[in-house]
């Protein structure tokens, strides 16, 4: 979503800055809705910054997503060229998308119900795609049980890029950063909330036997090292 090819994407639509292409290509699978539609399947960003987002690009969504998709497919081309094994990779990481139930993931649903790329290392960067909203969707599902709000997981959890308090304000929470302490209690919720999401999503990987799946963790760990090498 940082690549070259998602700001190429970005630049396509003429709307400047990050936020605005990046909601209408991932939730442009979602269809032509109102922004709170879009909110609902985000979830852990503010509804208000989802609108303005959404409603910032003229792109229609099905195009948008096909765009954002093709952005995503061209990155794996670009990073995994090379990479003898993203047919066999591909190949495992189906087997748990297909598996995956669709219920209460609705980003999840409508990214697996596009076509698949024909080639291993764009197929892979799709799939990969696709089981990230997989498992966010899950988590989503997660926090709320857990009785953690949206804002207050981002604050806790943060991202591989940023720390909590800087992603809640890039998720449009800024104003309730400052006046909201991260207690036990909300760091307790949290945790449950981790292990609920490898709970929700374990069945999806049942279709791997052990040796496959020792696989694909190993394939896995080879395809991003290759990436981030490159």
Request: net charge negative; hydrophobic share 50%; with cysteine.
């Amino acid at each position: 979503m940082f690549s070259r090819e998602a700001k190429a994407f970005g630049a396509a639509t003429g709307v400047e800055g990050f936020i605005g292409p990046y909601t209408r290509g991932r939730g442009g699978v979602l269809g032509d809705v109102d922004a709170d539609v879009v909110a609902a399947a985000f979830g852990f960003f503010r509804p208000a910054t989802v609108r303005g987002a959404w409603e910032s690009v003229s792109m229609p969504p099905a195009e948008a997503a096909v765009a954002y998709l093709a952005a995503c497919r061209d990155f794996g081309r670009r990073k995994l060229a090379g990479f003898d094994s993203a047919d066999r990779l591909a190949e495992l990481l189906q087997v748990v998308s297909d598996a995956a139930d669709v219920a209460g993931v609705s980003l999840f649903a409508g990214w697996r119900a596009l076509p698949l790329a024909a080639d291993g290392p764009g197929r892979v960067l799709q799939l990969i795609h696709c089981l990230r909203e997989l498992r966010g969707g899950l988590h989503l599902i997660a926090v709320r049980a857990s009785g953690l709000s949206p804002f207050e997981a981002v604050l806790i959890g943060g991202s591989p890029k940023s720390d909590g308090p800087t992603q809640a304000r890039l998720f449009g929470w800024g104003d309730l950063v400052d006046e909201t302490e991260v207690t036990a209690s909300m760091r307790e919720r949290w945790d449950a909330a981790e292990a609920m999401t490898d709970a929700l999503i374990a069945p999806a990987f049942a279709g791997l036997d052990q040796q496959a799946a020792k696989e694909l963790v190993t394939l896995l760990q080879e395809a991003h090292a290759t990436v981030f090498t490159r």
